[in-house]
Structures are given as structure tokens and as C-alpha cells.
């Protein structure tokens, strides 16, 4: 019996304590702290285009990490003030993300990178040179630009032009312009396109997600066990109050009490051989040959 019952009591343990580990194990993965690249992807998207398709011969790109954004933003409006040859191209700052785009002198992007460096990691620096330009010479496109002005000039000078030349006149004007800002950045090929991403670095504690753990395993087991307790007792009050009632099935002699084997036994003894108070005549045979008979005739001749 007392096997039995440590054996029961074992397997409540093992599953009381698998429980109790899993819903600590949920709790701990919930509260592990989870990256959203997706989001940060979306709002980088216009700034890359920007940068992307901007006609500029050097080009640099910074992604600083920052645990503190509102230090990084300062800074980052510093150097603008400071170093921007001009005013930038995009500028904006919402929530953990900011992205900025604007032109510096190539030899002040060193300065820069340190400024970065003190309120946060640089984890990306790329600089890139448009090939399509290096091969170009200013002298050469100057040249070039004069020419198409020149012939501009002499389309200007037949007054009003109708069909084809007027269509001459507009292609020519285009390429003009295109040219104009291919000699501006030829002329400026000591600048650089500066694109800045700023990012709000998330400190991951270790430590957080160990002590979550330990707090629900140890409260799942607490709460588990007063469960087990109750539920046990309490079955065992429904058990003993339907036994009260007279609920066939149920009996006060089983639930509790004066158990451990002796009420069945006596239960078993005095169904076989009959109480003091019984009616029920027990036949008994001796070795010696003697029957139940002379044992009545005895008792009749004491009386």
C-alpha cells in the first residue's frame, strides 16, 4: 500500500514538474526580445532610391547604431550645420529610424565618421565611385556643353521653327541640361554624396529572459501543487458528502478513517464466521473426529 501510494506520488511530481517547466520555457521565449528588419527595410526603401539613382561621383554610406537616438540626432544635426555644402537632399526622424542625404567635402568625411563614432557604432561604411564618371574629363565635357549652347544659339537666331527643327530645338535643350549638371559634378568631384542611416540600438539583457524563467517555473510548480492539494481533498469532501447523502456507490468506510487494510479485513472475518451477536451457526470439524453435534449437546448439558 505504502509502495503504491509513493509510486502515485512520484508521477504527480514528474508531471507537476513538466508542466511547470513548459509554461516556463513559453513564458521565456515570449519575453526574448524579437527584431523587426521588415520595418526598417520599408523606411529605408525612398532614402535608398534617393541615393541610388542620384547622378554623383563619390558616394559614401554610414549606418550608425546608437543607444541613445536623441544624442545621435544632435549630433547628426551638428554635422550637417557644420559640413553640408549644401542644403540636404532628405532629412527626416521618426521613431527608432532616421535617414539623412546631403553633400560634404570628400576630405571631411573622416571627421565625420569619428563624430559618429562617440555616440554610436558605425555598422556599415561603404564608399562608392560612379564608373560611368570616372572616365570623363572636365575639360572635355566643358567643351562639349559649349558646343550644343552654341547651336542653341543658332536655333534661337532663325526666330519661330516649326515641325522637326522645333523637335531639334527641345532634344537639344534636354541634352543641355544633362550635360550642365554632368559638368557641375565633374566640377565638384572633391565632394561627396553623404547618406547617413541612424538607428536606435535595442540592449538585449541575458539575463531577463534566465530570470523570467526561474519566477514562472517556480509559481507554476506553487500554483500546481495548492491545485493538486485541493483537488485531491476536494474530491475527496464530494466523495464523502455523497456518502453521507446515501449515494449507492459510496461509502463512509472508504474514504478515510481507521483504513490501512484493518476494515476490510474485519469486514471479510465477520461475513465468514458471524459476529458475537449473530444468528448464524458456524460448523466446525476437529481432527480428532468430533462434529459441531456433541459440541450443541454439551452446551445444553452446562445449561
Known amino acids: 500500500m505504502a509502495k503504491k501510494s509513493s509510486r502515485r506520488l512520484r508521477s504527480v511530481a514528474i508531471f507537476v514538474i513538466f508542466l511547470s517547466l513548459t509554461w516556463a520555457g513559453y513564458r521565456a521565449f515570449l519575453n526574448k526580445p524579437q527584431k523587426s528588419d521588415t520595418g526598417s527595410q520599408a523606411y529605408y526603401r525612398d532614402s535608398d532610391k534617393l541615393f541610388t539613382d542620384y547622378s554623383w561621383q563619390n558616394k559614401a554610406k554610414l549606418r550608425v547604431r546608437s543607444t541613445s537616438l536623441k544624442n545621435a540626432t544632435q549630433e547628426m544635426d551638428a554635422v550637417i550645420g557644420a559640413y553640408s555644402l549644401e542644403k540636404p537632399l532628405m532629412k527626416a526622424s521618426e521613431g527608432n ?3 539623412y542625404v546631403f553633400k560634404i567635402e570628400s576630405s571631411n568625411l573622416p571627421t ?10 558605425i555598422t556599415v561604411d561603404k564608399e562608392v565611385v560612379d564608373s560611368s564618371l570616372v572616365n570623363k574629363r572636365l575639360e572635355t565635357e566643358e567643351l562639349i556643353l559649349e558646343s550644343r549652347r552654341k547651336n542653341l544659339a543658332d536655333l534661337d537666331a532663325m526666330g519661330h521653327v516649326y515641325g522637326n527643327i522645333a523637335k531639334d530645338k527641345e532634344d537639344l535643350i534636354s541634352q543641355i541640361r544633362v550635360q550642365e549638371n554632368l559638368v557641375d559634378v565633374l566640377r565638384r568631384a572633391d565632394t561627396t554624396l553623404l547618406y547617413v542611416e541612424l538607428e536606435q540600438a535595442i540592449v538585449t539583457n541575458t539575463v531577463a529572459p534566465m530570470k523570467v524563467f526561474v519566477i514562472h517555473f517556480f509559481g507554476a510548480i506553487l500554483v500546481l501543487f495548492v491545485a493538486s492539494v485541493l483537488s485531491y481533498y476536494g474530491t475527496k469532501l464530494i466523495m464523502y458528502l455523497l ?11 472508504s474514504l478515510g478513517g481507521f483504513q ?16 458475537g451477536k449473530s444468528k448464524r451457526k458456524v460448523k466446525r ?3 480428532d473426529g468430533r462434529s459441531d453435534k456433541s459440541d450443541d449437546e454439551e452446551a445444553s448439558n452446562k445449561k
Open 260 to 275: 490501512y487494510g484493518y476494515g476490510n479485513y474485519a469486514n471479510r472475518y465477520y461475513s465468514r464466521y458471524g459476529s
Open 112 to 121: 565625420i565618421k569619428a563624430k559618429f563614432g562617440k555616440v554610436g557604432s
Open 97 to 99: 529610424h532616421g535617414v
Open 243 to 253: 456518502a453521507l447523502m446515501g449515494v449507492k456507490g459510496f461509502s463512509a468506510a
Open 285 to 287: 470439524i476437529y481432527k
